[in-house]
């Protein structure tokens, strides 16, 4: 029976960002997670569309709750109670936390509001924003998105070209990665990733 419906996925527009993804990711040896909420697994979709993905493709996760952000992504009782609202940083902790789960070179993570409505206070929710964030051990990258629009499944394909284009731009050598330090427990300063 042949299909009535348009079934084509990845949208056209993203295939050659794909096919470079892959290219940079396959020259290199590298591996890939994806850590997702309001993308809703369409960043991992997209790349698992890509023929021979299991080379480089290890896993991805939709946190788009805090129970399962707890339970997959590492968070702790203190980003329970100190979460507001999505940010870069909270994104790229996110993302840092399953690429060392998943053991991989690189992770993707991505955390907004798609529309069209937002939880109110104390949460700071932007319809039609995300924050994203690539990690690897050297460092990271991040990005904020704003659509402009409400527009549910809209912002879902924007959120997601999006995240495909910074992971682009960090694998091209387009952007480069940020090295977040923290204090260590003599005192002195300690790379993060």
């Given at each position: 029976m042949e299909p009535t419906e348009d079934y084509s996925f990845p949208p056209a527009s993203f295939k050659p960002l794909l096919t470079e993804i892959s290219g940079l990711l396959r020259s290199t040896s590298s591996t890939l997670a994806v850590a997702e909420t309001t993308a809703g697994g369409l960043v991992s979709a997209s790349l698992l569309s890509v023929s021979g993905a299991s080379k480089f493709f290890v896993g991805g996760?939709?946190?788009?709750t805090t129970k399962s952000r707890r339970a997959w992504a590492g968070w702790t009782d203190e980003n329970l109670v100190n979460y507001n609202g999505p940010t870069p940083e909270l994104v790229t902790e996110l993302a840092a936390n399953v690429r060392e789960q998943m053991?991989?070179?690189?992770?993707?993570?991505?955390?907004?509001?798609?529309?069209?409505?937002?939880p109110g206070p104390p949460f700071v929710h932007i319809a039609g924003q995300t924050c994203i964030a690539v990690v690897s051990r050297e460092g990271f990258a991040t990005r904020v998105v704003n659509t402009g629009i409400a527009d549910r499944e809209k912002n879902m394909v924007a959120f997601t070209k999006a995240a495909l284009e910074l992971l682009r731009d960090v694998l091209a050598g387009d952007v480069?990665?940020?090295?977040?330090?923290?204090?260590?427990s003599e005192g002195s300063e300690a790379a993060r990733f």
């Open positions: 996760a939709t946190v788009y053991d991989v070179t690189y992770c993707v993570g991505e955390s907004g509001a798609t529309g069209p409505t937002v480069k990665l940020e090295q977040q330090r923290r204090p260590d």
